[in-house]
Nanobody, 118 residues
Framework: QVQLVESGGGLVQAGGSLRLSCSASGRTIMSYRMGWFRQAPGNEREFVARITWSGFTVYADSVKGRFDISRDNAKNTVYLQMNSLKPEDTAVYYC????????????WGKGTLVPVSS
């Protein structure tokens, strides 16, 4: 069992920056694929970014070049650095992850709200 807890959300103005944290407990996530997802008002949950155990990253086109996902295995924590925020980035952001063999996103946090004002 792995528990994930997001933190760092809050109101930010367009053009600003924010760093989200995802703290894992219960098990190490060292070998896990970890990711960030978001759900905007009235929309379905969408993929934002993911990172493998080796540090390989993939980003959604909408955030590429602005967001940076990283991990600190010693702290069992994953981060999402968000820069040049836009109003359309407004959403509840969720941390998720899963281990081998399929690396499916089996574990999810409850989310943290990021409203971006124009």
């Amino acid at each position: 069992q792995v528990q994930l807890v997001e933190s760092g959300g809050g109101l930010v103005q367009a053009g600003g920056s924010l760093r989200l944290s995802c703290s894992a407990s219960g098990r190490t996530i060292m070998s896990y694929r970890m990711g960030w997802f978001r759900q905007a008002p009235g929309n379905e949950r969408e993929f934002v970014a993911r990172i493998t155990w080796s540090g390989f990253t993939v980003y959604a086109d909408s955030v590429k070049g602005r967001f940076d996902i990283s991990r600190d295995n010693a702290k069992n924590t994953v981060y999402l650095q968000m820069n040049s925020l836009k109003p359309e980035d407004t959403a509840v952001y969720y941390c998720a992850g899963g281990g081998p063999p399929n690396y499916s996103m089996d574990y999810w946090g409850k989310g943290t709200l990021v409203p971006v004002s124009s």
